[in-house]
């Protein structure tokens, strides 16, 4: 037993043996528009709460919300939180959980600012919980089911899903669908036993143990700190660390910076933790973001009292987290959000992604940092930083290209037939210089995907330069690598920085990272 009352012990085990049944089908449905994680952070959720045998719903979510990760992650654990201060016990009607299922909506609403109809799992709980109340269980279910299945038809608004566009008509939402599943659980039969599911989860090895791909990250960055004795991992959590953070070694305490994100990216951002750049990053599993409890852990853990500043990229789960986290900080803290795909709409869906300027926000701000700067000058300077540069991304598929990609696999525009030399460099740029400061010097940024050899990126990056020559703009700095990739897509990112004197000085500081160094 947990303590709890039968029917809410009953009800977390039927949605923990929903996750962790139906995580490879949830990740396929999520894999048609969006990245393809749902059920493995259900599913990783799920884990921690049979792990934790919770003693109260909030228990549960905050359990499930620091072991998940990701946007979903987030947003189900405050929707346990939610519930738990509703009192529910074995004998509560259908009125008050209706209510308190309604308060949970309420929650996911209010933290990822989801409306009705934006194809969200919004969309089948507040159907259910409406339909609870009015004709019990049974048209609760079903209510469920169909609102799931409606979801179809609808556009995706939020998530990586929304990315999308019009291209998500047609694909179920796989929240939507998991609200309708556990649902038809519960009144379905008896769930398993804690111990049977404890057996299915097996005990955690670690912080985020559970999957093999869990197990890759894990790895992965053990390798990249037993290569580097610059760095250290966080005991029992999955942050990389400066060897030297807490060490009081610097003299006056300075501004820190942390930042973040699924793993798949690398070297973004464990690559570029050290002197000069980041004091902390935190991957999540791959393509999900890294939960609130990880960022925390990782910012209590090089905080040195001068502030924290948090370097963003704008996906919902990123800035979920990272926002937690900073709420929960009991230091001075301040967030720099990077929006810089010039492929996705700014007043459409969830406005745009940040990309291969977070590079330059992570190398600019730390060498201010470095230098002593406030926390208020640290935030300003990386905010401009963002505010001002532009990416664009291309991905290669055999012969053809298809142009403004995501880092996560999201889909771009239409494939066309692939181009090559002057014509890709135009294709790479054209979008940019329309929305580039004209009259700064710049610097520029071109990355691989993971799957682009450095030889075709040199030529390319040859091949930029003439066309910015030839419309007038001056290439001050630039940097030609993998910098910031979606494993091993074969493609290009191409991020335009305008500089001045300030910058370019800033970004010739001394910095020191297994990713980054002069």
């Excluded at 494993?487 to 980054?516: I, Y």
Aim: proline share 5%; net charge negative.
């Amino acid at each position: 037993m947990t303590g709890l009352p039968d029917g809410v012990d009953r009800a977390l085990r039927v949605l923990a043996a929903v996750a962790l049944e139906r995580r490879q089908a949830y990740d396929a449905l999520d894999a048609v528009t969006g990245d393809g994680d749902f059920g493995s952070t259900f599913a990783r959720g799920a884990a921690a709460v049979v792990r934790a045998r919770p003693d109260s719903l909030r228990t549960a979510g905050l359990a499930f919300a620091a072991a998940a990760g990701g946007s979903s992650g987030a947003l189900l654990g405050a929707a346990l939180v939610r519930l738990d201060g509703h009192g529910l016990a074995d004998d509560s009607d259908a009125d008050r959980v209706s209510a308190a299922l309604l308060d949970a909506d309420a929650a996911v609403a209010e933290l990822g600012g989801a409306a009705l109809g934006d194809k969200t799992l919004r969309d089948a709980l507040h159907p259910a919980a409406t339909a609870l109340r009015d004709g019990g269980v049974t048209a609760a279910v079903a209510a469920a089911r169909s609102a799931a299945y409606a979801t179809a038809g609808l556009t995706a608004r939020r998530g990586r899903s929304a990315y999308a566009g019009e291209r998500s008509v047609g694909a179920v939402d796989p929240g939507a669908v998991a609200v309708a599943d556990v649902l038809e659980a519960w009144v379905a039969g008896e769930p398993p036993t804690w111990e049977a599911l404890l057996d299915r989860v097996g005990e955690p090895a670690g912080e985020d143990a559970g999957s093999a791909e869990d197990d890759r990250v894990d790895r992965a960055v053990a390798g990249l700190v037993a290569s580097h004795p610059s760095l250290r991992r966080l005991p029992g959590v999955r942050a990389v660390v400066r060897a030297d953070a807490g060490a009081g070694s610097e003299g006056a305490p300075r501004v820190v910076l942390v930042s973040g994100g699924g793993a798949g990216h690398e070297p973004l951002h464990a690559g570029f933790v050290g002197a000069g750049m980041l004091d902390a990053a935190c991957p999540g599993a791959v393509f999900t973001s890294p939960s609130s409890a990880q960022v925390l852990a990782a910012a209590e853990a090089v905080d040195q009292g001068a502030g924290v500043l948090f370097v963003v990229k704008a996906y919902t789960g990123d800035v979920l987290n990272f926002g937690l986290a900073a709420q929960s900080l009991g230091g001075t803290s301040a967030t720099v959000l990077v929006a810089d795909d010039v492929a996705t709409a700014v007043d459409d869906g969830p406005g745009r992604r940040g990309t291969g300027a977070t590079v330059a926000v992570e190398k600019l701000a730390g060498a201010l940092a470095a230098e002593g700067a406030d926390l208020g000058s640290c935030r300003a300077l990386g905010q401009a930083v963002a505010d001002d540069a532009r990416s664009y991304g291309i991905a290669f598929r055999g012969e053809e290209m298809e142009q403004g990609v995501g880092i996560h696999g999201e889909p771009g525009r239409p494939r066309e037939p692939r181009r090559h030399g002057s014509a890709l460099a135009h294709a790479l740029c054209d979008p940019l210089l329309a929305e580039v400061d004209p009259a700064a010097p710049l610097l520029v940024l071109l990355s691989g995907l993971g799957g682009t050899a450095l030889l075709d990126l040199q030529a390319t990056y040859a091949d930029v330069v003439d066309v910015l020559t030839a419309a007038g703009r001056t290439v001050v700095r630039s940097l030609v690598g993998d910098l910031v990739t979606s494993l091993d897509q074969p493609g290009m990112l191409l991020t335009l920085v305008p500089f001045d004197e300030r910058r370019t000085a800033l970004w010739d500081a001394p910095v020191s990272t297994p990713a980054l160094t002069w």
